[in-house]
Each structure stands twice: as C-alpha cells, then as structure tokens.
C-alpha cells in the first residue's frame, strides 16, 4: 500500500496541489490534519482540481506507516527517506 501512495507527481499536472509538510509526532499534527481533510472534502464535494501530498518528517518507518493510515486514501505522499525529493519541495 506504500508504494501505491507514494507516487510519480506526473498524474497531478493541471490540479492544485498542497503540501502538507507534517509528522505524527507533532503535537498539531492531528488537529491540522482534521481541518485540511475537512477542506479537501469540500473541495471535492465543489468538483474543484485538488491533490494533497503528504510530506513526512516522520522519525521512524512506523511512524510512517501510521501517518498512511491516518490519510485519505487519495491523498499522496512523500517517504521521510526520500531526502533530496523532500529538500527539493521545501525549497520551491
């Protein structure tokens, strides 16, 4: 299931994109993360062109792996091992 997740970024050309730049160690992360799926849903719900990709500062794989479970399924994601992709978005 991680890899089905944490996919080529080809299919979101022509969509706005957010990042959410989080870890489940955060102390905000699931406030934060409640409100953004609130407002990814609505915007679905208005036929609007959006994706978010989950950017990890995870500490642990299994830190990870929970954060996957805590995501819509149709949200991406970006490995917290995947470093200079991670440096990259951060930077843009």
């Known amino acids: 299931a991680t890899q089905e997740r944490v996919q080529c970024f080809k299919e ?3 969509r706005y994109i957010i990042l959410f730049f989080s870890a ?3 102390p905000h992360h699931q406030d934060r993360l409640r409100e953004l799926i609130a407002w990814y849903d609505h915007c679905i719900a208005d036929k609007r ?10 500490s642990s794989d299994d830190d990870f792996a929970e ?11 970006v490995d ?10 951060a930077s843009a």
């Not at 062109?49 to 500062?57: A, C, E, K, L, W």
């Open 80 to 89: 917290r091992k995947q470093d200079a992709l991670r440096r990259s978005i």
């Open 67 to 77: 954060a996957l479970t805590l995501l819509p399924p149709t949200w991406y994601a």
């Open 12 to 14: 979101l050309e022509s």
């Open 24 to 26: 489940v160690w955060c």
């Open 49 to 58: 062109p959006v994706s978010v990709i989950y950017v990890s500062s995870d």
